[in-house]
């Protein structure tokens, strides 16, 4: 079953968060609308859902319980 959701998105980074969630689409009024550049916010609410699409295909690391360093530390802290 879809998910679409209706509420509580008003900026792009709304956007990709939303979409980062896995739901199947944002519908978009108010937040487009009320911006003070209305064409503007829709091309940043567009870049905004196909990257959080994007970054829900592609996965996300795994949750870790305490940060971990990536980089290697040896040789570089003196």
């Known amino acids: 079953m879809p998910v679409i959701v209706d509420a509580g998105v008003g900026t792009a980074s709304d956007a990709c968060l939303t979409m980062e969630q896995g739901v199947d689409g944002i519908l978009m009024n108010t937040a487009i609308a009320a911006a003070q550049d209305p064409v503007a916010m829709a091309h940043a609410m567009r870049l905004a859902t196909i ?4 970054a829900f295909l592609a996965g996300r690391m795994p949750r870790r319980e305490v940060a971990m360093p990536s980089s290697p530390t040896r040789g570089m802290l003196d």
Request: glycine share 24%; aromatic share 0%.
């Open 51 to 54: 990257a959080g699409r994007a």
